[in-house]
């Protein structure tokens, strides 16, 4: 099972999930890109372009999400504070807005954002053109650095120290997860909806 993560679909699925709005897994994206393109260098060309083809897939379900609910519902899932700065950057720098998010590391709430480009009803060719372009960047740029450093980077990635890390990010990742959802859940639910 752990192997099918560790393969071009893990790397499409584990873009998705992080793009998306119910899974809590930072920088595992990008560890998975840099471990796959360390073991298979001759296809490091690969595998940014299928996480990235993942990335937007996932944003695609949180921005339709974020369309469904519009500002109004926003509030309810994105905190206050947060909204009220991300509004402000998408109405100043609109493009710079959507190209930032989507090549900073976390903690920038990348959901958030995408929830709110699609609940402020921001061009859809626009975000995803942007989105698309600079997400194939940030992964362009690690699977180079990974196919320069490959063979160190492989010794540590493989490494019993390293294993704990991962082990620690999994558990970290269920309880975000799980976090997440109920924050979801809560958001959206309402009393005598069925």
């Known amino acids: 099972m752990f192997e099918f993560f560790l393969s071009w ?13 119910f899974f809590f897994a930072p920088l595992a994206n990008d560890a998975l890109l840099i471990y796959l393109v360390a073991r298979h260098r001759e ?23 974020g369309r469904k609910i519009g500002d109004a519902g926003l509030e309810k899932l994105v905190p206050l504070r947060r909204l009220e700065r991300l509004k402000t950057r998408l109405n100043k720098t609109a493009a710079v807005a959507i190209a930032l998010p989507a090549v900073l590391p976390p903690p920038f709430p990348l959901s958030a954002f995408v929830l709110t480009c699609g609940a402020l009803a921001v061009s859809t060719r626009r975000f995803f053109t942007v989105f698309a372009v600079m997400r194939a960047v940030r992964f362009g740029v690690e699977a180079l ?13 493989q490494s019993a120290p390293f294993r704990r890390v991962v082990i620690g990010f999994i558990v970290l990742a269920t309880v975000g997860t799980v976090i997440s959802g109920t924050r979801v859940w809560r958001g959206t639910w309402r009393p005598g909806r069925q």
Do not use: K, M, N
């Open 43 to 65: 296809r490091f060309w690969v595998y940014p372009l299928l996480t990235t083809a993942g990335s937007v897939a996932g944003a695609g379900l949180t921005y339709w999400i």
């Open 145 to 157: 650095l990974a196919h320069r450093y490959g063979e160190q980077l492989l010794r540590v990635l």
């Open 9 to 21: 679909w893990g790397a499409v699925l584990l873009g998705a999930l992080d793009s998306s709005l």
